[in-house]
């Protein structure tokens, strides 16, 4: 009976002095919807960054030929470098240990034609193990397989940003494209990539959707090189059967390159699941700093709470005086200011919470930041306005509780 007479007596308060309320809640409401627009912001970066690395193989290794001009790369011929070969995949899944799979993929960058349409694109010459391991599926239609590349099949898997520019409205399974002077068969459509939005180690911003991947057989035997100093292919993919072999293997495949291309560093080595590590260390502390800035705006509140709650003490004295003479003792006293804090906590903890969801799908809706709100951080957030008013008001109810009777009826 007591406590909801102390809710009753709260909950009217609150009412016969609504702006006061208002403005006293505003520091809890902006601090709890900072904490959960804060929070969502920094979930949606990491689960964008999981599926980023996810997508390169957070088990691969990467060895990327490095971007050269024309005269450091004859200075590197000149020292005997044949640049990345088949020859180095075939090395480095014989000799390093706990190797799954190995891919090789070459590149040139050319238009893509179909009837009277045309589109930039990348062609990228596969092995057919790299599916599997950069975790790439098809819409439609069937993956290069081992029949494609022994065969040296002129069959093609077109990107969906590819498919949807040149087929509109038809399907494009079993037409034939364009390539310079090659015609190539449709033989599948790739699920929707959003990989490379930016640049991941050494490996350059592109747009997935607008490559055609081919069997590396068919690409070397069809299609010419941009530059004939170039090397055979552009990137090998190591699959290591356990994260943990990830270093050591790395350190292993550096040794090999480097011995096979006479001590000439014409490669860059990218382990994504070092970067994926890195970029979430930096999250962390990034996400911390966030969040205590959002902390601070709800102490902030607390204090606003404490100071309202204290004018509101001086206010009532009388009452209070009254009360105590009449037999309330003091932790009556001390409950009903404590739930008035409460009260008011609470009414703005809610009111940050809807208005931080609201916030969280806004910045999602607008803006290109990725937003994901998870029960905690609601939880987190709300829990911390109900400590902040327990604490904050627990000093003026204090006050209340220890005013003598006599002179509180006596106070003007």
């Known amino acids: 009976m007591q406590f909801k007479e102390n809710v009753r007596l709260?909950?009217?308060?609150?009412?016969?002095?609504?702006?006061?309320?208002?403005?006293?809640m505003l520091g809890i409401i902006f601090g709890v919807a900072s904490v959960i627009t804060m929070l969502s912001i920094g979930e949606g970066a990491k689960r964008e960054a999981i599926a980023k690395y996810q997508d390169l193989g957070v088990?691969?290794?990467?060895?990327?030929?490095?971007?050269?001009?024309d005269e450091e790369l004859e200075e590197v011929r000149?020292?005997?470098?044949?640049?990345?070969?088949?020859?180095?995949a075939t090395v480095i899944k014989e000799i390093v240990p706990g190797i799954s799979n190995v891919?090789?993929?070459?590149?040139?960058?050319?238009?893509?034609?179909?009837?009277?349409?045309?589109?930039?694109?990348?062609?990228?010459?596969?092995t057919p193990e790299f599916f599997s391991m950069m975790n790439y599926k098809v819409r439609n239609g069937e993956l290069i397989n081992q029949n494609h590349y022994d065969q040296r099949l002129k069959v093609c898997i077109l990107g969906a940003g590819v498919a949807s520019t040149l087929f509109q409205q038809e399907d494009p399974l079993g037409k034939m494209i364009k390539i310079e002077d090659q015609w190539l068969e449709i033989i599948g459509i790739l699920q929707s990539k959003t990989l490379f939005t930016e640049t991941v180690g050494e490996l350059a911003?592109?747009?997935?959707n607008t490559d055609v991947y081919v069997p590396l057989t068919t690409f070397l035997n069809r299609f010419t090189r941009e530059n004939i100093l170039t090397s055979e292919v552009?990137?090998?993919?190591?699959?290591?059967?356990?994260?943990g072999l990830l270093m050591e293997s790395s350190t292993l495949i550096g040794e090999i390159l480097k011995r096979h291309h006479y001590n000439n560093e014409d490669y860059n080595i990218v382990i994504p699941y070092e970067l994926l590590k890195q970029e979430e260390k930096e999250r962390q502390i990034y996400n911390f700093l966030l969040g205590a800035i959002a902390a601070i705006s709800l102490i902030v509140g607390g204090i606003g709470i404490m100071n309202i709650m204290l004018a509101t003490v001086m206010e009532r004295t009388r009452e209070i005086g009254i009360r105590r003479a009449i037999g309330a003792r003091k932790s009556d006293i001390m409950s009903q200011f404590v739930t008035e804090a409460v009260a008011i906590s609470?009414?703005?903890g809610l009111i940050g919470v809807l208005l931080g969801i609201s916030l969280s799908l806004i910045v999602s809706l607008f803006t290109d930041i990725s937003t994901f709100i998870r029960l905690y951080s609601i939880v987190i957030a709300f829990a911390f306005s109900v400590v902040v008013g327990i604490s904050f008001g627990y000093l003026p109810a204090?006050?209340?509780?220890?005013l003598k009777p006599v002179d509180s009826i006596r106070y003007e």
């Open 10 to 24: 709260a909950l009217s308060g609150l009412a016969d002095h609504k702006f006061r309320s208002f403005l006293t």
């Open 59 to 69: 088990n691969n290794i990467i060895v990327r030929e490095k971007k050269m001009s």
């Open 78 to 88: 000149a020292k005997f470098s044949p640049g990345l070969s088949i020859q180095d």
């Open 398 to 402: 204090k006050n209340a509780a220890n």
């Open 234 to 243: 552009q990137q090998i993919t190591i699959q290591v059967e356990n994260s």
């Open 205 to 208: 911003a592109r747009d997935l």
């Open 103 to 126: 891919a090789s993929q070459a590149e040139i960058s050319t238009d893509v034609r179909y009837a009277d349409k045309s589109t930039k694109s990348t062609i990228i010459g596969i």
């Open 346 to 348: 609470i009414t703005g």
